[in-house]
């Protein structure tokens, strides 16, 4: 069962900061960010695994509420190079490199 | 360059024809996946292989049949598709299989493919 992400969309102006959530009805071990633009591979942002601590990379860092099983995407004065589709996917207790990917959150950032 | 290439990049096909796509990576990685990623959908996770192995088949139709040579080289190979399958479809690699989604996966750029 695939997770779901909130909001759909969203659309900032340069600086502005954002939030984009992950959800799932599955215990969860482990969550992937993924960002991905038109026409272009998705690339790796972070993993969050169960048990580890919040990480961070320059303004965009993610959280992981095991408890919840929601994972939270962090961007902070966010860049026009922000845009693009962001994705999460999740891994329960019994995968071996199966991710199922939410639906996608689809970020703009104007200047 | 994403170290992950894969071709064509774009591939129009009748529904009574074959072909394969091909994807390469250069990053030494042991794992290999093919995606598939249509419009307004979820990624799709379609196969798994660790060392060459299948280790996942996500109930995929047999008229796409996967072939992994060596570590470095995933195929594709199409036969007989139907409209429905016209989509993106990506090639990842991660270091290991890893336990619990613990590896980070690098995608190429896709192929997209559309059935006439």
């Known amino acids: 069962q695939q997770p779901v992400q909130s909001p759909q969309a969203v659309i900032l102006r340069e600086g502005e900061d954002a939030v984009i959530n992950c959800s799932s009805s599955k215990a969860l071990y482990s969550v992937h960010w993924y960002r991905q633009k038109h026409g272009e591979a998705p690339v790796f942002l972070m993993i969050l695994l169960k048990g580890g601590e919040q990480k961070g990379h320059e303004k965009i860092s993610a959280s992981f509420n095991e408890k919840k099983q929601q994972s939270s995407l962090y961007l902070t004065a966010s860049q026009l190079s922000y845009s693009g589709t962001y994705f999460c996917?999740?891994?329960?207790?019994?995968?071996?490199?199966?991710?199922?990917f939410g639906q996608g959150t689809i970020l703009t950032v104007h200047p | 360059e994403t170290g992950v290439t894969q071709t064509p990049r774009h591939l129009v096909m009748g529904m009574t024809n074959k072909k394969s796509l091909k994807c390469e990576q250069h990053l030494g990685h042991n794992a290999m996946y093919w995606y598939k990623q249509s419009a307004k959908k979820p990624l799709e996770l379609m196969f798994v292989?660790?060392?060459?192995?299948?280790?996942e088949n996500n109930s995929v139709p047999s008229r796409f049949s996967p072939e992994c040579p060596n570590s470095s080289h995933l195929f594709l190979h199409l036969h007989t598709l139907q409209p429905e399958d016209s989509a993106l479809y990506l090639c990842?690699?991660?270091?290991?299989?890893?336990?619990?989604?613990?590896?980070?996966?690098?995608f190429g750029d896709g192929t997209r493919l559309s059935i006439l």
């Open positions: 996917g999740t891994a329960g207790g019994t995968s071996y490199g199966k991710l199922t």
């Open positions: 990842a690699s991660s270091q290991e299989l890893g336990g619990r989604g613990n590896q980070p996966q690098h």
């Open positions: 292989y660790s060392l060459e192995e299948r280790v």
